[in-house]
């Protein structure tokens, strides 16, 4: 006789659904429909530049419409995995300001990040932990010990593209809200960086030049950001010291 702690061996998986699918195939109508309607040409460093005076002129006539346009505007982007990012980011910082522009990027880029991550799950997270067994189970428990700390440090330092991070943790079982708590946390120096960089985008317009984006690999700013990264490994240092402590 089982007993009433153990785990119900005798459960039936979840049927896999097409209709599960639906999530995905709209990301993916969405991300192809923008390069063959040419929609990538407003996601420049050119546009920005050429329309910066009705933009300004916009945001201030209507603040409030305009904040949360951008915001709208960065959760389509992310949530559709298209390039542009950096560009969108830059005209939060040219439009709102470094505090208010960063706000508005990082909350439109979680938003985005949390519906690709909800969507992956959906769609396919349970499908493929079925099907993939023993060995995406043992990688899972490993992440799934240290998801925050490990998530930080993949948003602090982005050694993998920005899509990949917002899928691969839908996959590994890692909560909802350690994924956005760590997403919005995790991006937010960075956006700061671009932020700051687009706040003075007047005087690159007025020179004829493009903005610096190498900034961020300066030691100036990347010191404090592997800071940042060293101390999101702390809790995972521990528990490996502890479990090898007698």
């Known amino acids: 006789m ?3 702690n153990e785990p119900r061996s005798d ?3 979840k049927r896999f659904s097409p209709w599960r699918l639906l999530p995905v ?17 407003y996601l420049s460093f050119e546009m920005l530049r050429d329309h910066r005076q009705t933009l300004l002129a916009w945001r ?4 409030l419409l305009a904040a949360l346009g951008f915001v709208g505007l960065y959760v389509v ?4 995995s298209l390039p542009g990012a950096v560009w969108l980011t830059l005209a939060g910082g040219f439009l709102f300001g470094v505090v208010e522009g960063a706000l508005c990027s990082v ?6 990040a949390m519906l690709v991550f909800l969507a992956a799950r959906y769609a396919i997270g349970d499908f493929l932990r079925a099907k993939a067994g023993p060995a995406l189970a043992k990688m899972e428990a490993g992440f799934q010990r240290n998801a925050a700390s490990y998530l930080l440090v993949l948003r602090l330092v982005p050694l993998f593209p920005f899509w990949l991070v917002n899928l691969v943790p839908a996959f590994l079982g890692v909560p909802l809200r350690t994924f956005v708590l760590c997403t ?17 985008l007047g005087s690159v317009f007025d020179a004829g030049e493009m903005p610096d984006l190498g900034i961020i690999l300066e030691p100036r700013i990347l010191l404090p950001i592997g ?17 090898e402590t007698p």
């Open 2 to 4: 089982q007993g009433a």
């Open 11 to 13: 459960r039936a998986p």
């Open 25 to 41: 195939l709209i990301i993916a109508a969405g991300f192809v429909s923008f390069f063959l309607l040419d929609l990538d040409r």
């Open 60 to 63: 201030t006539d209507h603040y």
């Open 77 to 80: 982007t992310v949530a559709l």
């Open 107 to 112: 909350t439109g880029a979680t938003i985005g």
């Open 184 to 200: 919005f946390f995790g991006i937010m120096p960075g956006s700061i960086v671009y932020n700051s960089v687009g706040n003075g």
């Open 227 to 243: 800071g940042l990264v060293m101390l999101s490994l702390i809790p995972v240092v521990y528990k490996k010291f502890r479990r």
